[in-house]
Nanobody, 124 residues
Framework: QVQLVESGGGLVQAGGSLRLSCAASGRTISSYGMGWFRQAPGKERDFVAAISWSGATTYYTDSVKGRFTISRDNAKNTVYLHMNSLKPEDTAVYYC?????????????????WGQGTQVTVSS
């Protein structure tokens, strides 16, 4: 079993930056693909970004390309989401997820483990 814990969320003004962290425990995630998803109130959980097990491949939803960067440090068993130029529409609960397949999937059903989420609020 893998436990994922997100941190780094908070309240930020539009145009600001945040770095989310996802710390894994229970076993190493070095062979797992990792993803970030977000869910705004009353909406479905949407894909944000994913990174392959090696870190060689990344994938982003169009609305965050050029603003967000996903990265991983397998030595620390941690994945990050660097968010710049934040917009009010980025406001959501952000979830970290792991898939045993190791790939960069955008579908929630491809992920095997999920964290509890961290709130990101961007004020205008």
């Amino acid at each position: 079993q893998v436990q994922l814990v997100e941190s780094g969320g908070g309240l930020v003004q539009a145009g600001g930056s945040l770095r989310l962290s996802c710390a894994a425990s229970g076993r190493t995630i070095s062979s797992y693909g990792m993803g970030w998803f977000r869910q705004a109130p009353g909406k479905e959980r949407d894909f944000v970004a994913a990174i392959s097990w090696s870190g060689a491949t990344t994938y982003y939803t169009d609305s965050v390309k050029g603003r967000f960067t996903i990265s991983r440090d397998n030595a620390k068993n941690t994945v990050y989401l660097h968010m710049n130029s934040l917009k009010p529409e980025d406001t959501a609960v952000y979830y970290c997820a792991a898939n045993v397949g190791g790939g960069t999937y955008s579908y929630t059903g491809e992920y095997d483990y999920w964290g509890q989420g961290t709130q990101v609020t961007v004020s205008s």
